[in-house]
């Protein structure tokens, strides 16, 4: 019967699963274990770091992941040496790494004032968080494109399996420093970089080169889309430091709640790697009514991951973040309410904008995630008190970017091929599995 049930997901969905799992276990421990160790303004500072790595890190990263493996799929298919995608991929994942250092730089000294406490160590924990991201995104390129599944959910693993390692060790040496706890982000990206270099390593060599200009292809749409995605997700640690830093006990409770309400995000990554390719298919063979049925078949199993998710997080939300994190009991019910429900419509989100992608408006996606970080910022400038104002912020810009999404697919024609560029159903191969530490 499991034989049975494996055959029926996409190759690597089961190795991809497993990484992703344990890389999401590893961020529940990394928090539990900070909570309990570090200081309300500490856990604060952390808070912050871990909020600009991962929502510049993915939003950066995650689509030079997507448009490697988009690269090396098709060159594989054809015979072809994946050498010379590498190399283009890694110059550009360089590139956009040394431009947003040079501007953490410039404005070291109010990120460390505003965010850290005025610790300039976090800011260089900063930089090498994002740098290893960058790295391990590249070489994840190479792996999903060539379909070596096992190494890539290894390099999952290896990457969750090190941080619940180090974090613990951290807990039970009594270390109480935020920056311990920041520089687990560097070490153990790089460290599973390194246990799965043996197949990158190979792909390494000559071949026929590849332009700029198929590498670039949508790559500035997919990454204002990935940012702005990340932005609309995260950014509500960051404004609480923002608008009143003082109030460290907000923004580290915050964080928190965050991690606990995005469970269902974890659940939707394993789903994304095979609906894209699902969609993909069905719109570059004009098949509408298979198009709809499997868009209306994700939306069911967001909407139910997410309403369960809503249901337990209002129910035990305020309990847990102060037992597993020692959160300050700052939120309650009402503010886990906001947060799932902000959740399950960032979920509508991401099943929309994935038909967009499938459907080739990478524009589109662009401009709805857009419209809703103006709808956030709107939402965020109301004058209530600082926890809601960043919850009507995430609740408001998700449902924006959905309703706008769910819009603009209406106005897509319903007859014919959907698609124009026949390399849309290869960007699909690759899983480019993003999740939401």
Same mark, same amino acid.
């Given at each position: 019967?499991?034989?049975?049930?494996?055959?029926?997901?996409?190759?690597?969905?089961?190795?991809? =699963?497993? %990484?992703?799992?344990?890389?999401?276990?590893?961020?529940?421990?990394?928090?539990?274990?900070?909570?309990?160790?570090?200081?309300?303004?500490?856990?604060?500072?952390?808070?912050?770091?871990?909020? /600009?790595?991962?929502?510049?890190?993915?939003?950066?990263?995650?689509?030079?992941?997507?448009?490697?493996? !988009?690269?090396?799929?098709?060159?594989?298919?054809?015979?072809?040496?994946?050498?010379?995608?590498? +190399?283009?991929?890694?110059?550009?994942?360089?590139?956009?790494?040394?431009?947003? &250092?040079?501007?953490? /730089?410039?404005?070291? +000294?109010?990120?460390?004032?505003?965010?850290?406490?005025?610790?300039?160590?976090?800011?260089?924990?900063? /930089?090498?968080?994002?740098?290893?991201?960058?790295?391990?995104?590249?070489?994840?390129?190479?792996?999903?494109?060539? $379909?070596?599944?096992?190494?890539?959910?290894? $390099?999952?693993?290896?990457?969750?399996?090190?941080?619940?390692?180090?974090?613990?060790?951290?807990?039970?040496?009594?270390?109480?420093?935020?920056?311990?706890? =920041?520089?687990?982000? /560097?070490?153990?990206?790089?460290?599973?970089?390194?246990?799965?270099?043996?197949?990158?390593?190979?792909?390494?060599?000559?071949?026929?080169?590849?332009?700029?200009? +198929?590498?670039?292809?949508?790559? =500035?749409?997919?990454?204002?889309?990935?940012?702005?995605?990340?932005?609309?997700?995260?950014?509500?640690?960051?404004?609480?430091?923002?608008?009143?830093?003082?109030?460290?006990? #907000?923004?580290?409770?915050?964080?928190?709640?965050?991690?606990?309400?995005?469970?269902?995000?974890? &659940?939707?990554?394993?789903? $994304?790697?095979?609906?894209?390719?699902?969609?993909? #298919?069905?719109?570059?063979?004009?098949?509408? #009514?298979?198009?709809?049925?499997?868009?209306? !078949?994700?939306?069911?199993?967001?909407?139910?991951?997410?309403?369960?998710?809503?249901?337990?997080?209002?129910?035990? %939300?305020?309990?847990?973040?102060?037992?597993?994190?020692?959160?300050?009991?700052?939120?309650?019910?009402?503010?886990?309410?906001?947060?799932?429900?902000?959740?399950?419509?960032?979920?509508?989100?991401?099943?929309?904008?994935?038909?967009?992608?499938?459907?080739?408006?990478?524009?589109?996606?662009?401009?709805?995630?857009?419209?809703?970080?103006?709808?956030?910022?709107?939402?965020?400038?109301?004058?209530?008190?600082?926890?809601?104002?960043?919850?009507?912020?995430?609740?408001?810009?998700?449902?924006?970017?959905?309703?706008?999404?769910?819009?603009?697919?209406? =106005?897509?024609?319903?007859?014919?091929?959907?698609?124009?560029?026949?390399?849309?159903?290869?960007?699909?191969?690759?899983?480019?599995?993003?999740?939401?530490?």
């Amino acid at each position: 019967m499991i034989r049975r049930l494996l055959s029926l997901v996409p190759p690597g969905t089961v190795a991809v =699963g497993a %990484g992703l799992a344990l890389l999401g276990l590893a961020s529940y421990v990394h928090l539990a274990v900070a909570g309990h160790s570090l200081t309300e303004a500490d856990y604060s500072s952390l808070a912050a770091l871990w909020t /600009i790595v991962f929502t510049l890190g993915i939003g950066l990263f995650m689509p030079v992941e997507q448009e490697v493996a !988009r690269l090396v799929a098709g060159r594989h298919s054809q015979g072809l040496t994946p050498g010379p995608v590498l +190399a283009r991929g890694a110059a550009l994942a360089l590139g956009l790494l040394v431009a947003v &250092v040079a501007l953490i /730089i410039v404005a070291r +000294a109010p990120l460390a004032d505003r965010l850290f406490a005025g610790d300039n160590r976090m800011v260089a924990v900063l /930089i090498g968080s994002l740098a290893a991201l960058a790295v391990a995104h590249t070489t994840r390129g190479v792996l999903s494109g060539l $379909q070596l599944f096992p190494w890539y959910g290894t $390099q999952l693993g290896v990457d969750g399996g090190l941080r619940i390692a180090l974090v613990a060790l951290l807990g039970l040496t009594g270390v109480t420093s935020p920056v311990w706890f =920041g520089a687990v982000l /560097i070490a153990a990206p790089l460290i599973g970089v390194a246990v799965t270099a043996p197949p990158v390593l190979r792909a390494v060599g000559g071949g026929v080169p590849v332009a700029w200009a +198929a590498f670039l292809r949508g790559l =500035g749409l997919l990454i204002t889309s990935s940012l702005l995605s990340q932005v609309v997700v995260n950014i509500g640690v960051i404004n609480v430091k923002v608008l009143d830093p003082s109030d460290v006990a #907000t923004a580290g409770a915050l964080l928190s709640a965050l991690v606990l309400v995005r469970i269902p995000l974890f &659940v939707f990554a394993s789903l $994304q790697a095979s609906l894209l390719p699902g969609l993909a #298919t069905s719109a570059a063979t004009g098949d509408r #009514t298979a198009f709809n049925g499997l868009l209306r !078949r994700a939306l069911g199993i967001v909407t139910a991951l997410g309403v369960t998710g809503a249901v337990l997080a209002v129910l035990l %939300g305020p309990w847990l973040v102060q037992t597993l994190f020692d959160a300050p009991d700052v939120l309650g019910h009402g503010d886990f309410a906001w947060l799932a429900a902000a959740t399950l419509a960032y979920l509508w989100a991401m099943v929309l904008g994935q038909a967009l992608l499938a459907l080739d408006r990478h524009r589109a996606q662009a401009v709805a995630w857009a419209v809703g970080v103006a709808a956030l910022v709107a939402a965020t400038l109301a004058p209530v008190a600082t926890a809601l104002r960043v919850e009507l912020g995430y609740a408001i810009g998700s449902v924006v970017v959905a309703a706008t999404m769910a819009a603009l697919l209406r =106005g897509t024609r319903t007859g014919g091929p959907a698609i124009t560029h026949t390399t849309t159903a290869r960007e699909s191969v690759a899983p480019g599995v993003t999740s939401t530490p």
